[in-house]
């Protein structure tokens, strides 16, 4: 059974930081996705890594700020959030693609549960 499992996530003060992980099935992924929803928004894509790692690519708006990466040994895929600011309060959801690195939600087949973020000023 496919799972994926987010946790680490939690209250923040604007300008603090917060790992996210992204507990994965023993598969193989072709690609890894974190992805965000506000209320009131829709669904938006913050980071990816390819499933060598040797890949990433990151949303304007958190680039410089948030880091993806991946433990090839658990497997699990982590994002550290730093310079936090409370526009990115938000539900967040890491996805595994099987054929493609996309940074599209429709590209991905698989999604955890979601873990919420939420940044006070």
């Known amino acids: 059974q496919v799972q994926l499992v987010e946790s680490g996530g939690g209250l923040v003060q604007a300008g603090g930081s917060l790992r996210l992980s992204c507990a994965a099935s023993?598969?193989?992924?072709?690609?890894m996705g974190w992805f965000r929803q506000a209320p009131g928004k829709e669904r938006e894509f913050v980071a990816l890594?390819?499933?060598?790692?040797?890949?990433?690519d990151y949303a304007d708006s958190v680039k410089g700020r948030f880091t993806i990466s991946r433990d090839n040994a658990k497997p699990t895929v982590y994002l550290q959030m730093n310079s936090l600011k409370p526009e990115d309060t938000a539900v967040y959801s890491c996805?595994?693609?099987?054929?493609?690195?996309?940074?599209?939600?429709?590209?991905?087949?698989?999604w955890g549960q979601g873990t919420q973020v939420t940044v006070s000023s």
């Open positions: 996805a595994a693609a099987t054929k493609t690195i996309s940074p599209r939600v429709s590209d991905y087949e698989y």
């Open positions: 890594i390819s499933w060598s790692g040797r890949y990433t």
């Open positions: 023993g598969r193989t992924w072709y690609g």
